[in-house]
C-alpha cells in the first residue's frame, strides 16, 4: 500500500503571509492531485500534475510536481480566509489514494 | 445536473442497528466509491465499483457492503453498526482513467453523510 504523508497535519497563519504544504512518499506515481475541501463539503478538484517537475498556477495557488514523482508541493501566495480547508493530495499508478492531509486555517 | 447526491445528511444509530447510506450519480460516471472521513483525517476507502454489477473492497471494508445494480446508484449498507463505525460518508464518482486520457481521474463528491453511532 503506497503511504502519501502530508506536512504539516495543521497549519495556522495570519491573511497576507506565503505558506507552503507538502505531500511525500517513497513511491513514483505516474500522477497527482490536489483536492481542496471546505467544512460539510466534499473534497473539489484543484489539479492534476502528471509530468516530473511540472508546476501549475491557479491565481494564488502554486502546485509543483517532484522531478522523481515521489512528492508534490503547494505554495499558497498572499493567504486569504477563503484558503481555510482541508489541503488533500491523491496519487497513485492504478490505484489511487488520498493522503493524511493539511488541515489549514487562515486568521483573519 | 445534480452531480452525486447522497441521503440522508445525518444519522444516529443505535449499537447494532442497521441502515443503508444512499448515493446516486447523475454524470453517467462508471465508476463509484465510498469513503469514511474520521475526525481531522483524510479520506479512506470502503468499496468501489468500475460498472453495474461489479464492486471490490478498498481499505477498510469490514462491516459494510455495497451493491450496484444501476450505473447511476450506489447504497453502502451497515448491517450492525458499531461505534467505530461513527464518521462522515462520502460518495465519489468519475470516469474511469482510460476516458481521462491515462490521467488521474477526477473525483466528483456528494455532500457526505454524518453518522453517529451510539
Known amino acids: ?108 | 445536473n445534480a452531480g452525486v447526491t447522497q441521503t440522508p445528511k445525518f444519522r444516529i444509530l443505535k449499537i447494532g442497528q442497521s441502515m443503508t447510506l444512499q448515493c446516486t450519480q447523475d454524470m453517467n460516471h462508471n465508476y463509484m466509491y465510498w469513503y469514511r472521513q474520521d475526525p481531522g483525517m483524510g479520506l479512506k476507502l470502503i468499496y468501489y465499483s468500475v460498472g453495474a454489477g461489479i464492486t471490490d473492497k478498498g481499505e477498510v471494508p469490514n462491516g459494510y457492503n455495497v451493491s450496484r445494480s444501476t450505473t447511476e446508484d450506489f447504497p453502502l449498507r451497515l448491517e450492525l453498526a458499531a461505534p467505530s463505525q461513527t464518521s462522515v460518508y462520502f460518495c465519489a464518482s468519475s470516469f474511469p482513467l482510460s476516458t481521462s486520457g491515462g490521467r488521474a481521474d477526477t473525483q466528483y463528491f456528494g455532500p457526505g453523510t454524518r453518522l453517529t453511532v451510539l
Open chain 1, 1 to 108: 500500500t503506497q503511504l502519501l504523508e502530508q506536512s504539516p497535519q495543521f497549519l495556522s497563519i495570519q491573511e497576507g503571509e506565503n505558506l507552503t504544504v507538502y505531500c511525500n512518499s517513497s513511491s513514483v506515481f505516474s500522477s497527482l492531485q490536489w483536492y481542496r475541501q471546505e467544512p460539510g463539503e466534499g473534497p473539489v478538484l484543484l489539479v492534476t500534475v502528471v509530468t516530473g517537475g511540472e508546476v501549475k498556477k491557479l491565481k494564488r495557488l502554486t502546485f509543483q510536481f517532484g522531478d522523481a514523482r515521489k512528492d508534490s508541493s503547494l505554495h499558497i501566495t498572499a493567504a486569504q480566509p477563503g484558503d481555510t480547508g482541508l489541503y488533500l493530495c491523491r496519487a497513485g499508478n492504478e490505484k489511487l489514494t488520498f493522503g493524511t492531509g493539511t488541515r489549514l486555517t487562515i486568521i483573519p
